[in-house]
Each structure stands twice: as C-alpha cells, then as structure tokens.
C-alpha cells in the first residue's frame, strides 16, 4: 500500500492543514490501494505565497532559457527511468487498463520532447526593424512568463494532462500549482517526488490532490495570473466566468463528442483494426473518442456488424491482466452515469446492437460497463449528442459526404474526429470541412508539435509544442 501523508508545497513535503487520510480504492474491487494527504483552501494559500515569491523574488523567471530546458529535460528522463512504477500505480488508482497505461509512457517521452524543442527554437528576444516615410523604429520583442499558473486537471490521464501543462509553463519561467484529482493523489505523488529531484528552485512547483471546493479557492485566488484547465465542458465554463471577472489569462481544454467518418471507399478490415484505440481507449474515459461512427447509407449494415464483432471481441476484466483491454470506471457513480446513458439510449429508440446497462457477469464488485454499441441512431438523440465518458458507441447513417460533414458538425463540441477512406487526399479535403481541433485519417496517432485543443465548447487555447509553449508566455515590446 502507497502512503502520502504529506502535501509536495512549493518543492518540499510539508504537514496538511487537516490530519485525515482519503482511501484510495481500486475500481476493479474496491481493495484499498494506498493514502494520501488532501490539500484545503490553507493549503492552497500557503501554495500561491510561495509561488508568487518565488515568481517575484526568485531567480526561475530570469534563469537563461537554456538552463530551464536543462532542468526540464531531467524531470523527463526521471520520469522515463520510473516509467513500469507509474503506469502500474496509474493502472491500480485509475482502473485503466495496463496496456494503456504502459503503451502511454513513450507518448510522454514524445509530449515533453516536443516542449523542449520548442523552447530551444523559440525567440526568447528578437529586434524588429520597421521603416516608414516618418521614421525608422527599432523594438525590441521580448517573450516573459506570465507569473503564478494554477493547472487543473482531471482524472482520467493524470501523468498526460498535468505533464501537458507543467512543461510548458515551467519552460516558460513560471511558478505553477498543480492541483490534481483526489482519485489520483498516489501517481501524482510519485509525480512530485519527481519534481522534488530535477532540480527546480524552492517554491516553484507545488502539486496537490483536492475536491473541487478547494479547486475553485485556487482558481479564484487574486495571486494567481493564469489558470490552464483540463476537464467538463460544464466545469470549463465556471473556470471562464472566473477567469473572466479577474481578467486572469486562460486555457481551457475540455470535453468532446467525436465523430468518425468511414467514407464508402474505406477499407473496414483497416478501420477495425483501429478502431478500439480511436473509439474506446482508456475503458472510453477519453475526451478525444471517437464516439459517434459515421457510416455510408449503402454500407450501413456492413459497418454496424464490423463495429460489433470488434467490440465483442474485446476482454473486460481486471486492469492488470495483460489481455484486458477495458477495465472499470472510475468511480461508482461514473459506472451508473455510464449505465444511465445506456437505459437512455434504448429508451430514446436506438437499436441496441450488444451490451447493455447490465453490469459483466463475475465484476459485480468492480465499477465496470459493459461495452455497447447503438444502431439506428439519429444524431439528435442524448446519446450522441452528450459526452457519456464511457465504452458507448452510436453508429449514425449519412446519404452523402455533405451530410456526413454536416452531421459531424452538428455537435456543441469539436474536439477531435477521424475519417477513413482508401483516398488519403480525398479524407483529408474532408477533413478540412469538419470544425474540430484534431482529426486523424485513417486511425493516425496524434503527433505532439502540432497544436492540440477545440473548437466551440471544447475548449480555448492549444496545447503542444509551440502553440502549447506560447500559452503561457506573456509578450513585451521594447521600442528603441
């Protein structure tokens, strides 16, 4: 059993306002998996003070870009050396399967590397020279942290998502307070005392697991400068309205309903060869899903049956048996809002294709779904138009590619999406038609240069390399 009985503030283990403990349970049968401290709005007030000193009086923000980069890069390679120990706390916390969580560790590898080579490309300062009849100016352009960053993220990936927004801002000269799930608390304690050896100054990085009371007390502190969340669309609004009335700067990446485009040329051995990974990876808790399958009128049924021998094919079981594909939910009431969903579906009129809102015969104890896909669907129904955070796949039919494009639009998220066809060239002018952050062609994985966010309710800002970097950069003009 994991035990953290203290709070990582600002880069040293310190006692907790409160003395209690939270139980952190496995998903798969509720046995106790370890302890840890829980951080209260105290606690976030001792935080934010040490990281606006650290910010205002420290040496972080003015430390040479390549000296940071330095320090970055072995927070990584710490990382990397530990990497079977988180995925496996991960797979124990979580319930996410092990493959999942041991195939993420080299992507981690590539998020960070990504970061690093964009701050040693990034034009840290650069003089601009313009010309004109009246006069010639001479500026001087400077990129400068933006001071005390409050990240927040969710529970489903916690390593990627906290990783995705400490690198960037910490590259960047920042102090940073992570505040992570309670359901976490044990990897992100291991993320800590990583933290605690790369070499960081003192107050610049504080990590800590708390409800979402103490979670809104940091948001909403008056010294912190820039909150970067991850999580609810519905959670993301409320961060906004803070954000909005203190005039703080602000990343939102939040949720998504996202559709996959098989077009009629698509080759289905292909599509269900990938399509576990795009559709139902992470037990289906993945905001970037492809949970809504778009299929041709005249291969409608084909496509349906394809979709269902895949999923049937897929074990449910414990996480930590290396066959398992889909392991449990969360949480208890995760498991019921997934099953709600289900009994929503049917009701609403879909075909149920298999599963259902039973629990898997022999997991009663766990927090487990069974997969189901949907048929018949129209894309005005709950079921796809709502993110469900589970294994549910809707199987939606479409007359031509203009109504595949508008029934992927039709959506209040655009997160992510997929299109498949024989055609590379032709999937990606479809592609360009749909309004969503992300699309992979062809079951492609998401490369981390490039910019990673949403459109419309799925969120503001990007995250990844450069545009990710750029988030958390402040910039000053000097003219001379």
């Given at each position: 059993?994991?035990?953290?009985?203290?709070?990582?503030?600002?880069?040293?283990?310190?006692e907790?306002?409160?003395?209690?403990l939270?139980?952190?349970l496995?998903?798969?049968?509720?046995?106790?998996?370890g302890?840890?401290?829980?951080?209260?709005?105290?606690?976030v007030?001792?935080?934010?003070?040490v990281?606006?000193?650290?910010?205002?009086?420290?040496?972080?923000?003015?430390?040479?870009p390549?000296e940071r980069?330095?320090?970055?890069?072995?927070?990584?390679?710490?990382?990397?050396?530990?990497?079977?120990?988180?995925?496996?706390v991960?797979?124990?916390?979580?319930?996410?399967?092990?493959?999942?969580?041991?195939?993420?560790?080299?992507?981690?590898?590539?998020?960070?590397?990504?970061?690093?080579?964009?701050?040693?490309?990034?034009a840290?300062?650069?003089?601009?020279?313009?010309?004109?009849?009246?006069?010639?100016?001479?500026?001087?352009?400077?990129?400068?942290?933006?001071?005390?960053?409050?990240?927040?993220?969710?529970?489903?990936?916690?390593?990627?998502?906290?990783?995705?927004?400490?690198i960037?801002?910490?590259?960047?000269?920042?102090?940073?307070?992570?505040?992570?799930?309670?359901?976490?608390?044990?990897?992100?304690?291991?993320?800590?005392?990583?933290?605690?050896?790369?070499?960081?100054?003192?107050g610049?990085?504080?990590?800590?697991?708390?409800?979402?009371?103490t979670?809104?007390?940091?948001?909403?502190?008056?010294?912190?400068?820039?909150?970067a969340?991850?999580?609810?669309?519905?959670?993301?609004?409320?961060?906004?309205?803070?954000a909005?009335?203190?005039?703080?700067r602000?990343?939102?990446?939040?949720?998504?309903?996202?559709?996959?485009?098989?077009?009629?040329d698509?080759?289905?051995?292909?599509?269900?060869?990938?399509?576990?990974?795009?559709?139902?990876?992470?037990?289906?808790?993945?905001c970037?899903?492809q949970?809504?399958?778009?299929?041709?009128?005249?291969?409608?049924?084909?496509?349906?049956?394809a979709?269902?021998?895949?999923?049937e094919?897929?074990?449910?079981?414990?996480?930590?048996?290396?066959?398992?594909f889909?392991?449990?939910?969360?949480?208890?009431?995760q498991?019921?809002?997934?099953?709600?969903?289900?009994?929503?579906?049917?009701?609403e009129?879909?075909?149920?294709?298999?599963?259902?809102?039973?629990?898997?015969?022999?997991?009663?104890?766990?927090?487990?779904?069974?997969?189901t896909?949907?048929?018949?669907?129209?894309?005005?129904?709950?079921?796809?138009?709502?993110?469900?955070?589970?294994?549910?796949?809707?199987?939606?039919?479409?007359?031509?590619?203009?109504?595949a494009?508008?029934?992927?639009?039709?959506?209040?998220?655009?997160?992510?999406?997929?299109?498949?066809?024989?055609?590379?060239?032709?999937?990606?002018?479809?592609?360009?038609?749909?309004?969503?952050?992300?699309?992979?062609i062809?079951?492609?994985?998401?490369?981390?240069?490039?910019?990673?966010?949403?459109?419309?309710?799925?969120?503001?800002?990007?995250?990844?390399?450069?545009?990710?970097?750029?988030?958390?950069?402040?910039?000053?003009?000097?003219?001379?």
């Open positions: 059993m994991i035990t953290y009985d203290k709070l990582f503030i600002g880069g040293t283990w310190t907790p306002s409160g003395p209690d939270l139980d952190i496995s998903p798969h049968d509720e046995s106790l998996v302890r840890a401290a829980q951080a209260r709005p105290a606690d007030d001792r935080a934010v003070a990281a606006r000193a650290a910010f205002d009086e420290g040496t972080w923000p003015n430390t040479p390549a980069i330095a320090v970055l890069r072995r927070l990584n390679a710490l990382r990397e050396a530990r990497a079977e120990q988180i995925a496996a991960i797979t124990a916390e979580n319930g996410s399967a092990a493959w999942f969580t041991r195939a993420g560790q080299p992507s981690l590898t590539r998020q960070a590397n990504a970061y690093l080579k964009a701050a040693e490309d990034l840290w300062e650069e003089t601009l020279t313009s010309t004109d009849p009246a006069a010639t100016v001479r500026s001087v352009v400077r990129r400068e942290a933006i001071g005390v960053v409050a990240a927040v993220i969710p529970w489903n990936s916690p390593f990627s998502a906290s990783l995705a927004k400490i960037p801002a910490l590259l960047a000269g920042n102090a940073v307070i992570l505040k992570v799930s309670p359901e976490n608390s044990l990897s992100m304690g291991l993320l800590a005392d990583l933290l605690a050896e790369c070499g960081l100054p003192a610049t990085i504080s990590v800590l697991p708390a409800d979402r009371e979670s809104e007390h940091l948001v909403s502190h008056p010294d912190v400068d820039k909150i969340f991850t999580g609810s669309t519905g959670a993301g609004r409320r961060i906004a309205s803070i909005g009335q203190q005039l703080k602000v990343s939102l990446e939040l949720g998504g309903k996202s559709a996959a485009i098989v077009l009629p698509a080759d289905l051995a292909k599509f269900t060869a990938g399509l576990a990974f795009s559709c139902l990876l992470n037990n289906g808790e993945a970037i899903a949970t809504r399958i778009l299929a041709p009128r005249s291969r409608y049924e084909e496509v349906v049956d979709v269902k021998q895949v999923v094919s897929l074990k449910v079981g414990d996480p930590q048996d290396p066959d398992t889909i392991g449990p939910m969360i949480r208890r009431d498991q019921q809002r997934v099953r709600d969903y289900i009994e929503t579906g049917i009701k009129g879909a075909r149920l294709v298999t599963g259902g809102p039973q629990v898997p015969a022999g997991l009663e104890q766990g927090h487990y779904v069974t997969p896909v949907f048929a018949d669907v129209d894309n005005a129904m709950r079921i796809a138009q709502e993110e469900i955070f589970g294994p549910v796949l809707v199987v939606i039919a479409y007359e031509d590619e203009d109504d494009v508008r029934i992927a639009n039709d959506s209040e998220y655009g997160l992510s999406g997929g299109v498949w066809s024989a055609d590379e060239q032709h999937a990606l002018a479809i592609a360009r038609r749909i309004r969503t952050g992300t699309v992979t062809n079951g492609a994985p998401i490369g981390f240069d490039g910019p990673f966010g949403g459109f419309k309710a799925s969120g503001l800002g990007r995250e990844y390399g450069f545009a990710g970097l750029n988030t958390y950069l402040e910039y000053k003009t000097v003219t001379i």
